[in-house]
């Protein structure tokens, strides 16, 4: 076993060897947060809801799935001051540049309920090697920010980092290997 994991074509992945991308279109500008600033990212979960089928005569007993679903990712950014980097302000205006407006109107509304259905985001993960070359990506098919989080809880007791945080929705995710 110890020649299995010390062989050079046997290297496991690392949970801190990935690249995040988040880019936001909004009134024909890209925004997003860079990379580097992308602080966690949940993989892809696939759920597989199913239900044990049992025939009345024969007892005999089935599973059948039902159906699929992805489940929703989260991404969690750095929140840093300079206005050129900042997530807060570039998120806000991103939600801005789709239509909207601390007071709303009809109008805004549906401009905002309607470019958030244009499909204004694109996001990926990739996994890499250790020479940072990408392993694999994983590229979320048409999904939707259901969630922003512009950084919970502030307490005068704690010195940690602030974070924005993102929740998505997808309908598919694809999967390239890269090596």
């Known amino acids: 076993m110890a020649k299995f994991w010390s062989a050079a074509a046997v ?27 992308v602080k966690s990212f949940t993989k892809p979960k696939i759920s597989l809801p199913s239900d044990k089928m049992v025939n ?31 997530a807060s302000h570039g998120l806000y205006r991103w939600i801005t540049g789709l239509g909207y407006e601390p007071t709303q109107t009809i109008e805004k509304l549906s401009d905002l309920f ?11 993960i990739a996994q890499l090697d250790a020479s940072g070359d990408q392993i694999e990506t994983w590229d979320f098919l048409e999904p939707a920010i259901i969630g922003i989080d512009f950084g919970g809880m502030l307490a005068y007791d704690q010195d940690a980092m602030t974070t924005v945080t993102l929740e998505f929705m997808c309908t598919a995710v694809k999967y390239s290997n890269k090596k």
């Open 114 to 124: 309607t470019n958030l259905q244009d499909n204004s985001v694109d996001l990926t």
């Open 11 to 37: 290297e496991p992945k690392r949970s801190w060897r990935w690249v995040g991308y988040v880019n936001l279109r909004s009134a024909g500008n890209e925004l997003g947060p860079q990379p580097f600033l």
């Open 56 to 86: 009345n005569f024969t007892s005999e007993a089935q599973i059948v799935t039902k159906h699929y679903n992805w489940e929703n990712t989260v991404v969690e950014i750095f929140d840093v001051q300079n206005k050129e980097l900042n």
